[in-house]
């Protein structure tokens, strides 16, 4: 069955550091498609970055990364120069199928950020 | 602008009582989604729909019901049959390829 998994309940960094969030998969198709949320206290979910299973390149959107490790079956999220707006709820997420929509995403437990000044 | 409208934002409800959460998307997007979210823990599917007139459980159906008579509306209805129903709720919509949901801002149920 699928699974995502998200280690770090929450995590502190420094303003302009980096930070790498951890979220590590398990699913036996061999097409699915990658996913980071990010829910702020108001409570909306935004979607941050997508990473398919056949690409071969990481993903890259602005100050956001995906170090898509395949045969780890890991997905990090890392976030450059780390801002105070970038507090938030971030969660990982896995739809299985490649270019479509309407199959279910699952989602991990997710991790807390605290952007410390 | 083009998104999703959930209303309304909190709501309050008596044991034994149904209630219907709604939905709106002008994205003309084709599927759409509810997710339950409680404290502390990640989004969980309750119902999402692919067309019109079709939808499918996901892993917490139960207590729960939906309707899809027209694109842009994907009504729940929480059901006295919910043992546990407090919790916020959050709607999707998405089109088909390399992109994540659209989400709304959500409802947040309490039971009284």
């Known amino acids: 069955a699928q699974k995502i998994t998200q280690t770090q309940p929450g995590m502190f960094v420094q303003e302009k550091e980096a930070v790498t969030l951890d979220c590590t998969y398990d699913?036996?198709?061999?097409?699915?498609?990658l996913f980071w949320y990010k829910q702020p206290s108001s409570g909306e979910m935004i979607f941050l970055i997508y990473q398919g299973s056949y690409d071969e390149q990481n993903a890259t959107e602005g100050r956001y990364s995906l170090n898509f490790q395949k045969a780890r079956k890991s997905a990090n999220l890392v976030i450059s120069a780390s801002q105070l707006g970038d507090s938030a709820m971030y969660f990982c997420?896995?739809?299985?199928?490649?270019?479509?929509?309407?199959?279910?995403?699952?989602f991990g437990a997710g991790t807390r950020l605290f952007v410390k000044a | 602008d083009g998104g999703i409208t959930q209303s309304p934002k909190y709501l309050f409800r008596k044991e034994g009582q149904n209630v219907t959460l709604s939905c709106e998307q002008n994205l003309n997007h084709d599927a759409m989604y509810w997710y339950r979210q409680d404290p502390g823990q990640g989004l969980r599917l309750i119902y999402y729909s692919q067309i019109v007139n079709d939808f499918q459980k996901g892993d917490i159906a139960e207590g729960y019901s939906v309707s899809r008579e027209k694109k842009e509306s994907f009504p729940l209805t929480v059901t006295s049959a919910q043992k546990n129903p407090t919790a916020f709720y959050l709607c999707?919509?998405?089109?088909?390829?390399?992109?994540?949901?659209?989400f709304g801002s959500g409802t947040r149920l309490t039971v009284v």
């Open positions: 999707a919509s998405t089109r088909t390829g390399r992109v994540g949901y659209t």
């Open positions: 997420a896995m739809r299985e199928g490649r270019h479509t929509g309407g199959f279910k995403t699952i």
């Open positions: 699913t036996s198709d061999q097409s699915y498609g």
